[in-house]
């Protein structure tokens, strides 16, 4: 059973076409080849997204991010760390503007209300579109020169914000950092709370974490975060966490990024060929939160298949994103009805769609 469609809660589709340089509208084969011999970033020439390959595994819907960072100490990284606010915050709307460009050529369609969301869900699912549909989302908040950008960038569609990503951040303390909300981060989630936008936990540090679900009301997700319990590290989340987010009525996206499926994986050096990456593993981290939740209601997909890696670092009997529904495969295996392949496949996180657009 093949579910009608898929949404990915995560993909950074505008990363890879301005930082990186990828014309996401052409064949995988075509973008793999544009890049041989290239040694600028990780996983060149083994790129896994592209629009034909998300139509080709009718991923019809994604949560699709704006990134940019603000860190003046920082060195290089496979996403731009700016030295200012400024032109963080000038990326993002180059990011933004790519995407309103596709759309005007009639690739993908952005989603801002639930009007829109439920007519692009009809066609999907009569097969009669190809139009990939996008919701805006902030990975990390750096960007936001002040707060009172934030409504800008709602008003021309963003509906969910990641207050952090990696290392702290000017709205909250990120992945691997520690420390609590500053007053800055606290604003923010109350702005974002008045304009109705969804918080997404993943990247936050513990203490940002606790005291985000505390002090935000609105509707909340993990876009792309697995399991601590499976592979202990800070960017994961632990089983109190899972439990808290069950009671926000949260829905938990699987990432495909290898680290984060199998333990003790070293980044740059570990490859998915030498460790024998399967889908088979993050299978393991899926039926983890199904366990703790008791039913299959707050599982999706959050691949974050273009976040800085390829091939080398996602599951090796994935060769792009049209392979995502071979986890299908594994989960009917297991004995998941049609029922809970389909909100698995795009069900749940439509329910977190719903409550995040006006
Ligand atoms: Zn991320």
Not at 157 to 171: D, K, N
Not at 295 to 312: Q, T
Request: glycine share 10%.
């Amino acid at each position: 059973m093949t579910p009608s469609f898929f949404l990915d809660a995560h993909l950074d589709l505008a990363l890879n076409a301005l930082e990186w340089n990828r014309d996401l509208t052409r064949p995988i084969a075509e973008i793999r080849a544009a890049e041989a011999g290239m040694r600028d970033k990780a996983g060149r020439g083994r790129g896994t997204v592209c629009l034909p390959e998300m139509r080709r595994s009718r991923v019809g819907l994604a949560v699709v991010t704006q990134l940019a960072r603000v860190n003046p100490n920082e060195g290089r990284n496979p996403v731009s760390v700016w030295q200012s606010p400024a032109q963080a915050w000038a990326m993002t709307q180059g990011q933004w503007a790519w995407y309103r460009a596709l759309e005007e050529a009639g690739e993908i369609k952005m989603i801002a209300t639930k009007a829109d969301l439920e007519k692009h869900v009809v066609l999907w699912e009569k097969e009669e579109t190809s139009v990939i549909g996008c919701i805006l989302s902030l990975e990390g908040a750096d960007s936001l020169i002040t707060v009172g950008h934030l409504e800008r960038a709602y008003a021309q569609g963003l509906r969910a914000v990641g207050p952090a990503h990696y290392g702290p951040g000017r709205y909250a303390h990120g992945t691997r950092s520690v420390g609590g909300l500053p007053a800055q981060g606290r604003e923010l989630l109350s702005e974002m709370d008045r304009l109705g936008m969804a918080l997404d936990v993943t990247h936050l540090s513990d203490d940002c974490f606790w005291e985000a679900l505390k002090s935000f009301s609105g509707p909340v997700w993990a876009s792309h975060s697995n399991c601590r319990a499976l592979v202990p590290d800070q960017r994961q989340l632990s089983d109190d966490q899972i439990r808290a987010l069950l009671e926000r009525d949260a829905v938990i996206g699987a990432a495909m990024d290898g680290w984060m499926i199998v333990p003790d994986w070293v980044q740059g050096e570990t490859t998915s060929e030498e460790r024998d990456l399967r889908l088979e593993h993050l299978v393991e981290h899926i039926d983890h939160i199904c366990q703790i939740a008791g039913n299959a209601r707050h599982v999706g997909l959050g691949s974050d298949l273009d976040g800085g890696f390829g091939g080398e670092q996602s599951p090796r009997d994935l060769d792009t994103i049209a392979d995502v529904r071979r986890l299908t495969d594994l989960l009917q295996a297991r004995g998941w009805s049609a029922e809970d392949l389909n909100q698995f496949a795009y069900g749940n996180f439509l329910r977190a769609l719903r409550r995040a657009l006006p």
